[in-house]
């Protein structure tokens, strides 16, 4: 019934790619009062998923909330993705999301409350497979459509994992393709000649949560998930807060094909592009890697896939056991170094 109504269409920005740029926010907190409370164990420091607060010596809370305009649409799909990506923060930190509340701004004069009621049970379904009731929320009224989710999980204090733990060995996985950005952007402007954004759905859908179980069985050091700052800018947060650096494999990283031929014809959204300019002070581009290929690795990702940085030793069997659920399209992307100064170094393929 709401199924002829297109989301995107009353959105300027769609999804993660709204965020506001990385580097903005970051300026801003040093001016805040400074976090003095012994049992926050992750604060705003170190730009990570999510917030930690420590409850006794074995009990840890994760908090963390994520809301933008509609990426796809279909109200249902958008609830869906909007809470696998709000859930995905709690996966992130190395915890279980015990239960949610909803975000809502709503424009009830041009869009039916139906539109609402698919929103929310979209994302009360996604929440339900995470084994997660949304007990409540809070709705205003706003010229866009905007829906998400404020998480609470739960973490043993010594289980976390942030984004200050790699190490020069480990092994950086990624368990979900690349140019989700791209291809919303190309939906959205009615560009998507090859109807990838089924595919984009169902990737966007996916929880990170068995992908969390398994890397939470191996020796992870650091782990994140990629969304709005793209692959490059969230690894570009666990090499400053873990003090190394990293060197990433264009040809490793996994990216949707239709992904490659979008990009190449001009399309990714701005916020991809702005994750491209900030990250030129961090990043090393081999020759050769062209800039569609550095724009798909900077694309700004919403309910991307998990990023760890494992021991070395235990990467294969990570990978193994990923892809045994499900994730065919997990795989090594790079690895975590020591050569100074901390920065990223991009190229062609696998090298020793
Ligand atoms: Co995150
Ligand atoms: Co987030």
């Given at each position: 019934m709401t199924d002829a109504i297109r989301l995107t269409q009353l959105a300027k920005r769609a999804g993660c790619a709204?965020?506001?740029?990385?580097?903005y926010l970051l300026s801003l907190l040093g001016s805040l009062p400074a976090i003095t409370?012994?049992?926050?164990?992750?604060?705003n420091a170190m730009a990570d998923d999510a917030a930690v607060y420590k409850l006794s010596e074995d009990l840890a809370l994760v908090l963390t909330t994520d809301f933008f305009t509609?990426?796809?649409?279909?109200p249902y799909d958008f609830g869906a993705i909007a809470a696998a990506n709000a859930l995905s923060d709690v996966y992130a930190m190395g915890g279980a999301p015990l239960t949610a509340l909803s975000i809502v701004g709503f424009p009830d004069a041009v869009l039916p409350p139906e539109v609402l009621g698919d929103i929310l049970r979209g994302a009360a379904d996604k929440a339900a497979e995470a084994?997660?009731?949304?007990v409540g929320g809070h709705t205003i009224k706003s010229d866009e459509p905007i829906f998400g989710l404020a998480v609470v999980g739960k973490v043993s204090p010594d289980k976390v994992l942030s984004n200050n733990g790699a190490r020069p060995g480990d092994v950086l996985i990624l368990t979900k393709p690349l140019g989700l950005g791209i291809i919303t952007t190309a939906a959205k402007n009615n560009e998507d000649k090859h109807g990838a954004i089924a595919e984009a759905i169902r990737v966007m859908t996916t929880l990170n949560r068995s992908a969390a179980e398994e890397i939470g069985r191996v020796e992870t050091h650091a782990l994140t998930d990629v969304t709005g700052f793209g692959l490059l800018g969230h690894l570009r947060n666990v090499v400053a807060a873990s003090n190394v650096s990293a060197r990433v494999f264009a040809d490793a990283a996994p990216v949707l094909p239709a992904a490659r031929e979008y990009v190449n014809a001009g399309i990714a959204p701005g916020g991809t592009h702005a994750n491209h300019r900030f990250l030129a002070d961090w990043v090393t581009y081999a020759a050769g890697v062209s800039k569609e290929e550095q724009l798909i690795l900077c694309d700004a990702q919403t309910s991307g896939g998990l990023l760890a940085a494992v021991a070395a030793e235990r990467a294969d069997a990570l990978l193994s056991a990923l892809r045994t659920r499900g994730?065919?399209?997990?795989?090594?992307?790079g690895r975590i170094e020591s050569t100074a100064p901390n920065r990223i170094y991009v190229e062609r393929s696998w090298s020793v």
């Amino acid at each position: 019934m709401t199924d002829a109504i297109r989301l995107t269409q009353l959105a300027k920005r769609a999804g993660c790619a709204a965020k506001q740029p990385p580097g903005y926010l970051l300026s801003l907190l040093g001016s805040l009062p400074a976090i003095t409370d012994p049992n926050v164990l992750v604060g705003n420091a170190m730009a990570d998923d999510a917030a930690v607060y420590k409850l006794s010596e074995d009990l840890a809370l994760v908090l963390t909330t994520d809301f933008f305009t509609p990426i796809v649409d279909r109200p249902y799909d958008f609830g869906a993705i909007a809470a696998a990506n709000a859930l995905s923060d709690v996966y992130a930190m190395g915890g279980a999301p015990l239960t949610a509340l909803s975000i809502v701004g709503f424009p009830d004069a041009v869009l039916p409350p139906e539109v609402l009621g698919d929103i929310l049970r979209g994302a009360a379904d996604k929440a339900a497979e995470a084994g997660v009731a949304i007990v409540g929320g809070h709705t205003i009224k706003s010229d866009e459509p905007i829906f998400g989710l404020a998480v609470v999980g739960k973490v043993s204090p010594d289980k976390v994992l942030s984004n200050n733990g790699a190490r020069p060995g480990d092994v950086l996985i990624l368990t979900k393709p690349l140019g989700l950005g791209i291809i919303t952007t190309a939906a959205k402007n009615n560009e998507d000649k090859h109807g990838a954004i089924a595919e984009a759905i169902r990737v966007m859908t996916t929880l990170n949560r068995s992908a969390a179980e398994e890397i939470g069985r191996v020796e992870t050091h650091a782990l994140t998930d990629v969304t709005g700052f793209g692959l490059l800018g969230h690894l570009r947060n666990v090499v400053a807060a873990s003090n190394v650096s990293a060197r990433v494999f264009a040809d490793a990283a996994p990216v949707l094909p239709a992904a490659r031929e979008y990009v190449n014809a001009g399309i990714a959204p701005g916020g991809t592009h702005a994750n491209h300019r900030f990250l030129a002070d961090w990043v090393t581009y081999a020759a050769g890697v062209s800039k569609e290929e550095q724009l798909i690795l900077c694309d700004a990702q919403t309910s991307g896939g998990l990023l760890a940085a494992v021991a070395a030793e235990r990467a294969d069997a990570l990978l193994s056991a990923l892809r045994t659920r499900g994730m065919s399209e997990a795989a090594a992307i790079g690895r975590i170094e020591s050569t100074a100064p901390n920065r990223i170094y991009v190229e062609r393929s696998w090298s020793v």
